[in-house]
């Protein structure tokens, strides 16, 4: 038998018998059947080798032009009660989704091989880890897993010992639109994919398993699943705060998370550290503060816009033993997308002549795939079984207008509702309209594997005794002035940002009291050696009372949308903010304020 745990031998020879596979193969995660999966991938083209005195190990995949992104509007959860998914998911009754996916996954793997990749999210010996199986057609999906995940025989061994896994059932089918579903069954603990190979689509051990799964799980055990990435800020004294953040897709993350400091602050000794870019776990720790853990191995990284200016770290990370997805290439078969400043592309992402008039050379949702540990500012503490202490959470999203630099709430309810009224404009990682502004609470939208009103009672369930929570902030590095260009520079310089919410969290910093919250005075911001515009940083932190009015009781109607499910907690916590806000709009405070 192939596995010591019967329950997983028997899925495997259910789904084999259901789309019966040619061949039968259990990863191992060893380089000798990474190996041989390469040579297999590259002499069928589905993958093409880049230049390799470059980009040694590096690899180009090209993906169907129709499969390219996250398919929010095919991806289900199939809870048996409707309530349960909530109306921020798409739902399906689980009888019928089993037969409409099992439909399609009959016969699918016909001249294929059947991979089983045994996975663990989280370090292989930490108790915050889960583990899960991915059955794909794909070889592609395991080259990637193999990066993302912790892959093979030792995850293995975990899953016979603890006896219970993640079923995810992936085939890549026809890769037709009409015959595309990502489904989600979190009371069976059980994934099916079918007609995409895309990375959020496919790599069943992220998105699927370790948010809108792990979400769920963690709804019942009493932990977070998050769509943050996780950044240790070491200051001069040796001090490291972790900070974990969360924006929607395609926001920042991994530019946030491998942010290199400005030179003033580098010479004065601050060090930033990576332990994830996508994804953190978090969980009370004996000491009431929370722990979290990354659980992923690796980067998954939207290629446009990577370059030195922006994330050298990434792109020192990228230089070896990356899996591309859909960028363009040079002449000489280097890796090439927009806002990469050196080099010119020939070929486009479809491996057509590039010619612009067909629009950008790499896809604008394009991709790397890359171990983790490659990053120079890697922390080796995203091996550490027991996680790392968040000191603050943050919430952000893309609003060019309206939303300050950053505040912070009051406390715990205040930080909830400020996550749970984030909004952002849409992006090119999910198909769809591109910069139109949506609620996405806490980044989740398309990742809460549950009703979003009980996801917010989840998350005011950890304000009790005893807990020693971080403190919650809001960021915006998107604003922008009267003449539609971005009021902050961003990239390095949010460090100066960051470096105000750690003193906050120390005690140490500044802050003045407004309706929305805690906002820095201009002078709590340590802006030396930074070229900013004239007005820029007063319009960066002003709050426009009767915009934020309107905005306070938009986010009230958005609660409702959740009915009774929503907790009475938040719906007070607004009413707060909407009285604070109207009477410091009465002309008795206005005087006040003036005088
Ligand atoms: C991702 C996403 O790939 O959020 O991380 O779409
Ligand atoms: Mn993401």
Known sequence: MPSKLEALNRWVDDVARLTQPDQIHWCDGSDAEAAALRAQMLADGTLIELNQTTHPGCTLHRSHPSDVARVEHLTL???????DAGPNN???EPTQAHAKIDALFAGCMKGRTLYVIPYCMGPIDSPLSRCGVEITDSPYVVANMRIMTRMGSAALARIEREGNFVKGLHSTGELDPQRRFIMHFPEELTIKSYGSGYGGNALLGKKCHALRIASWQARTEGWLAEHMLIVGIENPQGQTHYIAAAFPSACGKTNLAMLIPPEGYRQAGWKVWTIGDDICWMRPGADGRLYAINPEAGFFGVAPGTDHGTNPNALASIQRDTIYTNVAVTADLQPWWEGLKEGAPVTDWQGRPYDPANGPAAHPNSRFTVSARQAPSWSPKAEDAQGV??????????RPSLVPLVFEARDWAHGVLVGAAMGSETTAAATGAVGVMRRDSMAMKPFCGYNYGDYFAHWLSFDKAGAKLPKIFHV?????????????????EN???LEWIIERCEGRAGAQETA??????????????????????DELLAIDLPRWAAEVEDIGRYLDSFGEHTPARLHAEQRRVAAELASAQTPQKRAAVAS
């Open 476 to 492: 915006n590095w998107f604003r922008k002035g009267a003449d539609g260009k971005f009021l902050w520079p961003g990239f390095g």
């Open 389 to 398: 202490p968040i000191s603050a959470i943050v919430f952000g999203g893309r």
């Open 495 to 497: 460090l100066r940002v």
């Open 516 to 537: 929305i919250g805690l906002l820095p005075r201009a002078q709590d911001l340590h802006t030396q050696g930074l070229a900013l515009r004239e007005g820029a940083l």
């Open 77 to 83: 959860v199939c809870t048996k009660n409707q309530a």
């Open 90 to 92: 798409h739902w399906m």
